[in-house]
């Protein structure tokens, strides 16, 4: 059974940093999800195993997402923190590699984690 455990939300300042932690039970291609109080899920940035990485243009710039696969684990830095950064953060892995925006879309991925709250105030 594939396991995903995200660890580092908080609440930070606007302008602030926090990083985001996704641990999983093998080697997948990696990705990371958000979703704001009515609003609907988008991808903020995903990884292959080969360290291909694909942002999403609202976070270009200000996020890096990276990968340990020593240890299996994903992370997503993210720097110049905007209030409209505010979601449940998702981890998502996938067997199956894609880049681009395919990346970036739910479809792709098979196994979720259970989410991270970051609150970004102004």
């Known amino acids: 059974q594939v396991q995903l455990v995200e660890s580092g939300g908080g609440s930070e300042q606007a302008g602030g940093s926090l990083r985001l932690s996704c641990a999983a039970s093998?080697?997948?291609?990696m990705g990371w999800f958000r979703q704001a109080p009515g609003k609907e899920r988008e991808g903020v940035a995903a990884?292959?195993?080969?360290?291909?990485?694909t942002y999403a243009d609202s976070v270009k710039g200000r996020f890096t997402i990276s990968r340990d696969n020593a240890k299996n684990t994903a992370y997503l830095q993210m720097n110049s923190l905007k209030p409209e950064d505010t979601a449940m953060y998702y981890c998502?892995?996938?067997?199956?590699?894609?880049?681009?925006?395919?990346?970036?879309?739910?479809?792709?991925?098979?196994?979720w984690g259970q989410g991270t709250q970051v609150t970004v105030s102004s």
């Open positions: 998502a892995a996938a067997s199956y590699c894609v880049t681009g925006k395919p990346a970036l879309s739910q479809r792709t991925y098979s196994y």
């Open positions: 093998g080697n997948f291609c």
């Open positions: 990884i292959t195993r080969g360290v291909i990485t």
